[in-house]
Nanobody, 125 residues
């Protein structure tokens, strides 16, 4: 069993930056693919970014490409989402998710086994 805890959310002005963290329990987390997703009010949860177990492969949604960067530190059991040049449209609850096995990056929510409780990101205009 893996527990995921997100942190780093908050209120920021448009153009600002935040770094989200997803801290995991469990010694095998370093072998898990991880993804970030977000859900804005009144909208469905959507894919943001994903990273494979080693961190060598990443994939970002078109809406955040060039502004957001996913990375991981397996020694710290943590995955990060660096968010730059934030826009009001990025306002949402951000969730991290992990899958118990896999060699690639995964953008499908249904393929993840574990989810965090989410962290709120609010971008003011």
């Amino acid at each position: 069993q893996v527990q995921l805890v997100e942190s780093g959310g908050g209120l920021v002005q448009a153009g600002g930056s935040l770094r989200l963290s997803c801290a995991a329990s469990g010694r095998t987390f370093s072998s898990y693919p991880v993804g970030w997703f977000r859900q804005a009010p009144g909208k469905e949860r959507e894919f943001v970014a994903a990273i494979n177990w080693s961190g060598r492969n990443t994939y970002h949604a078109d809406s955040v490409k060039g502004r957001f960067t996913i990375s991981r530190d397996n020694a710290e059991n943590t995955v990060y989402l660096q968010m730059n040049n934030l826009e009001p449209e990025d306002t949402a609850v951000y969730y991290c998710a992990a899958r118990e096995w896999g060699v690639g990056v995964i953008d499908s929510q249904s393929m993840y086994d574990y989810w965090g409780q989410g962290t709120q990101v609010t971008v003011s205009s």
